[in-house]
């Protein structure tokens, strides 16, 4: 699907505000009423609908026929009784994260905000709070910067059933999933795209968060392009109008080139980029965005890694950690993230306000471009289930650069092979200059260097603060 713009974007286009340049990291949080079950995934309002998908067997073993308990009936269970935005505000802080925030609104029509457009949200129904507008004051009174998210595009189609006699399809139940439309609508790209009432409701929720809070971030994920480009403008508008030293981000085509941060999904790119970018991917090592019974986590380790590949090819992380139902977090994803802050910590340097080397890095590990584009989103239609993007693990012969005016770090991620590294991009002759002094940070211990016209080689020492990954820091002469 190619975009054609037929409107003047031009003055609604937006660079990358210094905050989020210098910020490098951010956190999101996948939370609602399918939170509840916490059963395989986030799309489990969708996938419970789908007739033998494994989803849908779980849910009529546990909670019976859907014509009997749909998934609006989860939503007096969402109850967040233990919700507290201080708590996640720390969190962030503890985690390094510079800005951060919940879901918005997810694909399941369900509103974590005060809204006036929506019934089904989280102050009328449910917990009974308004949880985008207490995280927005909780995070800012900490310095954190507010994040708001939208995935409300996705409804379009999102609940229509396989199974006829699902209370979907009950007109008595249309202010919970919309009216029932043709089972097609529920691919990526439908023949039927939305209609004006859907359009138009889609960009009034836009316009109620962004006059409401003033995020500083608005994320859009993907599927927007199904929305008329005049709606789309005026969304982008209506933000922009209400915040102007604000940010969108979006993915693939669902916006003009320019108009705000361009994200890849659980992606990356091979090589440093010319614009600032973002990705977003989960600390959950589930195929999953939201807390799922026997949640599993990536390691501090592989976050490390990630921030400082993205940082060094010019872009940023935002990451995902599903909270419980409750509104806690699981012990093991606060362990994860209170170690990546341990390691930002010590050696933040290397990440917050750097900017890209020539090179991104160099070593034994080739990396290629990914992003969960759009054959893998329609096959995920079609089958329900997620698929993984591919990843790779640098080793201990792979280094990621960054810079500031004083000094380039280099970050390693393992034992190099005979503690030495040998590094061509920063030869005696390369963009690099004159270097006064390397030592590691944390340690304070000087590094043996000498260079030559093919490479400068680095002597490490013994003592590493973290297992994670060091950094060295060249002083700059």
Known sequence: MNAKWTLDWEPLKHEAPQWMRDGKFGLFFHWGVYSVPACENEWYSRNMYLKGCKQNLWHEKHYGKLSEFGYKDFIPMFRAERFDPDAWADLVRLSGARYAGPVTEHADNYSLWDSAVNPINSVKTGPHRDIAGE????FRAKGIKYLATF???WLWGWFMSTDNEADVYDPANEVYYGPALPLETNRYIPYRLPDRKFAET???KIREVSEKYRPDVMYFDGRVMILPEDIR???AKCYYDAVPEGIITYKQEDFPEGLG??????????EGQPFFWQTDDRLEDRIT???VQEPKYKSAGRIIQQIADVTAKNGCLVLNVGPQEDGTFHPDAVRQLRRVGEWLKVNGEAIYATRPYTVAGEGVTVGTN???NAERLKAQMKDGLALESGQYKLTGDDVRYTQTDEALYVIGFGIPRDNTLYLSALREGSALGRVRSARMLGTGACVGMSRDGEKMTLRLPEERPFEEGFVIRLEKE
């Open 202 to 204: 889609w960009l009034e």
């Open 370 to 372: 990914e992003d969960y």
């Open 261 to 270: 941060v361009f994200d890849v999904e659980c992606g990356r790119f091979a």
């Open 233 to 235: 403008y005026a969304a």
């Open 151 to 153: 995935h409300h595009q």
């Open 135 to 138: 995280c927005a004051a909780a």
């Open 289 to 291: 965005w939201c807390i």
